[in-house]
């Protein structure tokens, strides 16, 4: 098994709502990221839309950088 595929974080499922609460984003800000193909989702029927609160982690939520950080 290649070295990537142990190390990779397990997926965290959530509906879009649940999201949203989680990462303290709106949906509508959740959807925009999912049109500009910053975040990665899956449809599970006609209505409900899948994200990943891992790639959230990952890709939407950053830190502040301190007045004395070089950034």
């Given at each position: 098994?290649?070295?990537?595929?142990?190390?990779?974080?397990?997926r965290?499922?959530?509906?879009?709502?649940?999201?949203?609460?989680?990462?303290?984003?709106?949906?509508?800000?959740?959807?925009?990221?999912?049109?500009?193909?910053?975040?990665?989702?899956?449809?599970?029927?006609?209505?409900?839309?899948i994200?990943?609160?891992?790639?959230?982690?990952?890709?939407?939520?950053?830190?502040?950088?301190?007045?004395?950080?070089?950034?």
């Amino acid at each position: 098994m290649p070295a990537t595929a142990r190390r990779a974080k397990p997926r965290r499922p959530a509906r879009l709502i649940a999201a949203a609460e989680y990462s303290h984003l709106s949906v509508r800000t959740l959807r925009r990221r999912i049109a500009d193909g910053t975040l990665t989702a899956w449809r599970s029927g006609p209505k409900v839309i899948i994200v990943d609160l891992a790639e959230i982690d990952r890709k939407l939520i950053r830190p502040v950088p301190a007045a004395g950080d070089a950034a």
